[in-house]
């Protein structure tokens, strides 16, 4: 691990002053994974769902470990769910209205991603305590047509550490909105997942290139607590 990153210390990046836990759509509807179907199968090259299991089950152990710390020490943790208010999608973008309007259950049922709907609440062993902040989204950033950039600077926020789902997607453009606006962004290697892990290793090497500080939760810990 370097002492710097875009010529600022890595004990700058993470430190507890300013710092807050950003848990990003870890939603029940990761126990529903299936592998994605695409013309483009050898680009995506996506996991097995038995695989995908395996690495959920890894990301989950890192993000309990991750928010256990965070209670303990009294700093913020705000939470993130992805979905709509409205059974026709009217909230949602264009694209993702296509995209979630053909969701269905293991049984085949459909389902929507919104309130009321067990897919939409967070995975059991993560679930938000009163003291958490939890942000409702329609798109893949978490800081646009919400609150967050209003709650982080209320609570002197200047840090994160971004971890959980999908990295490729709401992880990627919520640390690249963070960046853009002033935030030092930590992503955490092993608490965010992917479809695909080689989607997964190239957006972390786009990200650390350009956009974010990017660790293990063991090189969080340690630099935290030094």
Known sequence: MSEFHFDISTKEWVQPKGICLVVIDM?????EYSPIESEQDHLLDSYSTNDFDETLS???ENLMTLIRFFRENK???????????????RDM???HRTRFSRLTDANGDPYFMMPGYCQY???????PTNFDIVIDKTTSDSFHGTNLDIILR?????RLVVVGSVTTCC??????SAFDLGYLPTVLSDASIATSQKFHEAELTILKTY??????????????NS
Do not use: C
């Not at 956009?211 to 935290?224: G, H, K, P, Q, R």
């Open 58 to 60: 890894v990301v989950v």
């Open 211 to 224: 956009y974010a500080n990017v660790l293990t939760s063991n090189e969080f810990f340690d630099t935290i």
């Open 154 to 158: 209320n609570n002197n926020v200047s």
């Open 121 to 127: 609440e967070i995975i059991d062993e993560l679930k």
């Open 93 to 95: 973008p264009r694209i």
């Open 27 to 31: 939603q029940q509807v990761l126990n």
């Open 171 to 176: 992880v990627s453009s919520t640390t690249r």
């Open 75 to 89: 700093l913020l943790i705000v939470y993130t769910r992805l979905g709509h208010h409205y059974e026709d999608l």
